[in-house]
């Protein structure tokens, strides 16, 4: 009777942690983001600055978020990332020129801090309730999945939307929706079970440790900087998506069924990620995935230059495309770092990847920021293209410790 209430627990705690993730990732206003906050008083190259600050902002919280939900509990800090993400979208609505949405985009941060290594540590120890961890990447990729599909679905629509009810009301919408999150979040079981203890240490103390520990382990480090690397490179190759298909005078309203084809790619990829990597091998599918960054940096340069309208819409497409298997890359070396650590540490160890994985995105996006305003959107991509090289780097130092 005992078991029979664990699965039925488990099972209901995934259906809710789909559902917020569902509204959480409802982004109505992300196919034309750049043209609404460029209309609220911003430049290009500001947006660009925004969301390195943005990732700036997320690595300040991402070890505290962690640890806190390792020693308290991971359900409130779910319900705390929801809360905050909420209020991170009405402020954005209300704001005009940079002060104010860095603003609204700095407590996004803080949210996108509190879900990173929550929302996937929590799910791990809630199967671990049945002993169905290993079950992990499925599971955790169909939570993905109901996310992607969100984003696919609110990026066809505010596409559609912003012509008739503006930027403005497409935020208000989006605050209502991510509210329903926090509602969703207030109903997952308790993981009372997992609770790290800290003897004769401060708390702060206790998370450098865990972090400190987890930077010189070498499994560890190299599982976690490849797949950083390549997030920062997949962000930036969505963010400039915009500018490029502008430039190559692809029409407005098609910008939500491109960055839709996007997020639909990313629910294909977090839905069938077990079965990439079982059918390929681990380090298969990490170098199609390095090849496929380079197919998107060539595909983008080439479409601000093709006069044939056709080819610029495939060329385009495959832009749009690559950036998402950001999503299998992350599901893949995150299931690897799960199977090496200690439920007491997972959310710091989530975190702590999680932190280096915005660092370098941050940087990346300051770097372009410049590169855009000052070079313009082809030598930023040279530039891109060029920079690939620290990826196969990372690829080689990762090759030693992942089977094929």
């Known amino acids: 009777m005992r078991k029979d209430k664990k699965s039925l627990s488990v099972k209901r705690g995934l259906r809710l942690l789909k559902l917020g993730w569902f509204c959480h990732n409802f982004m109505l206003i992300l196919p034309v983001i750049v043209l609404v906050y460029t209309q609220k008083g911003i430049t290009v190259g500001d947006f660009f600055l925004i969301q390195g600050l943005f990732r700036i902002a997320a690595v300040l919280f991402e070890i505290p978020s962690g640890y806190m939900s390792d020693v308290f509990s991971r359900r409130r800090i779910l319900i705390y990332a929801a809360v905050v993400a909420t209020l991170g979208f009405a402020t954005v609505a209300m704001a005009h020129g940079f002060w104010g949405i860095m603003l609204g985009e700095g407590l996004l941060g803080v949210s996108s801090a509190l879900f990173s290594g929550t929302l996937e540590a929590y799910t791990y120890d809630l199967l671990k309730r049945t002993n169905s961890q290993k079950n992990f990447l ?126 639909l790619s990313r629910a294909v990829f977090s839905k069938y990620a077990y079965k990439i990597c079982d059918r390929f091998g681990n380090m298969t599918t990490s170098v199609l995935s390095v090849l496929s960054v380079i197919l998107s940096i060539v595909a983008g340069i080439l479409a601000m230059y093709v006069n044939n309208m056709v080819a610029v819409y495939i060329l385009c497409a495959i832009l749009a495309f690559v950036p998402s298997m950001q999503s299998l890359v992350k599901l893949q070396y995150n299931t690897l770092i799960h199977d090496c650590v200690k439920s007491q540490e997972r959310g710091t160890v989530i975190s702590t990847r999680a932190m280096v994985s915005m660092i370098l995105g941050a940087v990346v996006l300051v770097i372009a920021k410049f590169l855009v305003d000052g070079l313009g959107l082809t030598a930023t991509m040279i530039c891109a293209l060029a920079a690939t090289i620290v990826l196969f780097w990372a690829l080689r130092k990762v090759s030693r410790f992942v089977k094929q």
């Not at 190759?237 to 692809?250: E, G, N, S």
């Open 138 to 263: 499925r599971e955790y990729g169909s939570v993905n999945t109901f996310g992607d599909i969100a984003a696919f679905v609110g990026t066809v629509l505010g596409g559609m939307l912003y012509a008739g009810v503006g930027g403005e009301m497409l935020l208000w919408i989006e605050t209502s929706i991510a509210a329903i999150a926090v509602f969703a979040y207030l109903f997952v079981p308790e993981l009372t079970e997992i609770k790290r203890v800290v003897n004769h240490k401060t708390a702060v103390a206790d998370a450098i440790g865990i972090t400190w520990k987890t930077i010189k382990n070498p499994k560890l480090r190299n599982f976690i900087i490849f797949p950083s690397i390549f997030g920062a490179f997949t962000i930036m190759l969505l963010w400039i998506m915009q500018p490029i298909m502008q430039t190559a005078a692809v029409p407005v309203s098609l910008f939500g069924f491109y960055v839709g084809a996007n997020q």
